[in-house]
């Protein structure tokens, strides 16, 4: 596979991993055109070490984010880098106060219109100045689905500057992966898995201390311990073998 990379990489059991911080992905996405960027969890990791396709898929990503304790510790122990961790979360913040001034365009797209709608209130709360070019809150559907042209066509008129997909991993990479190959428009796509619900505070985020020790992960699985206990308790376990094994 072709590796595509905007700054340096390293690589954690299969995956290329971008050696970068929140400021400079920001800056990446406010002052660069047509890049894709993937937030890496433990869970992403050991998905692709499984999957070679999807391995590939991710590793064509132009930025590939260290999110999580885990990852960037792997990334920290292999490579001494002092990698740290680069959150969804606080990229997608960092990214829109940043662009304020350059009056960079942002379009949602995924989740249910009830927690757009709440995310896009709390954000104009913080950041009145915000240029929010649309949303578009699809029905459950595949992602070769979601790609059609009756999903994408208001994204392609209004091009925004930086696209936020909210339909979970892997599917909103995929998602990411088909529009970039299929469409010829200059935006900047990122996937960002829960970060909706966290900023519409539908979902509890874990606080920071917690996140830098490595147990956010708690705190999600007693929100969702159906959804997630197999991401957590299965793939996590895994990561640590992967990794010793590495």
């Known amino acids: 596979y072709i590796i595509v990379s905007i700054m340096d990489s390293v690589r954690i059991l299969k995956t290329e991993m971008s050696?970068?911080?929140?400021?400079?992905?920001?800056?990446?996405?406010?002052?660069k055109n047509n890049i894709s960027v993937a937030i890496c969890?433990?869970?992403?990791?050991?998905r692709c070490y499984k999957d070679k396709e999807l391995n590939n898929t991710i590793n064509s990503f132009d930025i590939r984010c260290t999110d999580g304790f885990p990852?960037?510790?792997?990334?920290?122990?292999?490579?001494?880098?002092?990698?740290?961790?680069v959150d969804g979360y606080k990229l997608f913040l960092r990214t829109i106060e940043k662009g304020l001034s350059n009056n960079v365009s942002h379009y949602f797209?995924?989740?249910?219109?009830?927690?757009?709608?709440?995310?896009?209130?709390?954000?104009?709360?913080?950041?009145?100045?915000?240029?929010?070019?649309g949303f578009t809150c699809p029905p459950n559907l595949s992602y070769e689905e979601l790609s059609d042209e009756k999903f994408i066509n208001d994204?392609?008129?209004?091009?925004?500057?930086?696209?936020?997909?909210s339909l979970g991993f892997p599917k909103q990479e995929k998602f990411i992966n088909l529009i970039k190959k299929n469409n010829s428009i200059d935006t900047n796509m990122v996937g960002v898995g829960a970060v909706f619900e966290w900023v519409a505070g539908t979902k509890f985020k874990a606080p920071e201390w917690l996140a830098n020790i490595g147990l956010e992960w708690l705190i999600r699985l007693i929100q969702e311990p159906k959804r997630l206990f197999?991401?957590?308790l299965v793939d996590n376990f895994l990561f640590i073998i992967y990794f010793i094994k590495q």
């Open 19 to 31: 050696v970068t911080n929140i400021n400079n992905v920001a800056e990446n996405l406010i002052s």
């Open 41 to 46: 969890n433990a869970n992403t990791l050991v």
């Open 71 to 85: 990852v960037a510790k792997a990334s920290k122990i292999l490579y001494q880098n002092n990698q740290i961790r």
């Open 109 to 133: 797209f995924g989740n249910s219109e009830e927690i757009v709608l709440k995310m896009i209130e709390s954000i104009k709360t913080r950041y009145a100045d915000i240029n929010i070019k």
């Open 155 to 165: 994204i392609n008129a209004k091009n925004p500057d930086i696209l936020w997909v």
């Open 230 to 232: 197999r991401r957590y």
